[in-house]
């Protein structure tokens, strides 16, 4: 009789066991990577509305601060005005970034002297699983319980992102 060549079938349920293995090690820390991307992301994202917010109050001193982040953003081609200022991508104006939801509003006057901005993930412990805030001060907060904070004076009370 020949010996004939190749793999067991034991050997080759020993590698896919080996392997599964390694997957079963390497996938939830690929995801705990990917929500710490989506988190930085979203840090990111509040302080470029932060910086937008400034500039449109400056842009525009008889509308103060914009009243949603549609007003910030624009449709490309975008012609700057008090109501499409160009100053954010329409990806972040959309409300939506990187599996975090963003919200931002003006308020008070006219001109708007107050705005407060929240980003909150879009699922709970799959997208991340911290919420941010800022408002006027462009310091931002966070929540490590990932809820949206619903008020500026419940944003004012959370602690600073970095101490």
Excluded: H, W
């Excluded at 020993?14 to 995801?31: E, G, H, T």
């Excluded at 449709?75 to 100053?87: E, H, K, V, Y």
């Excluded at 699922?123 to 907060?141: H, I, K, P, W, Y």
């Amino acid at each position: 009789m020949r010996k004939q060549k190749g793999f067991s079938l034991i050997e080759l349920l020993i590698v896919v066991a080996i392997i599964l293995i390694i997957a079963a090690i390497a996938i939830p820390n690929l995801l705990r990577a990917r929500m710490a991307a989506n988190e930085a992301s979203a840090v990111a994202s509040v302080r470029t509305i932060n910086t937008a917010m400034v500039t449109y109050d400056s842009s525009y001193p008889d509308v103060g601060f914009a009243a949603t982040l549609a007003t910030l953003g624009g449709a490309d081609p975008c012609t700057p005005s008090s109501t499409t200022a160009c100053l954010i991508d329409s990806l972040l104006a959309a409300g939506v970034k990187s599996g975090y939801n963003f919200a931002a509003t003006g308020a008070g006057g006219p001109p708007a002297v107050q705005y407060y901005v929240t980003a909150s993930p879009v699922t709970l412990n799959q997208t991340g699983t911290m919420s941010f805030c800022s408002f006027e001060d462009a310091v931002v907060r966070v929540d490590p319980t990932g809820a949206a904070e619903g008020s500026e004076s419940a944003c004012q009370a959370l602690s600073p992102l970095y101490n």
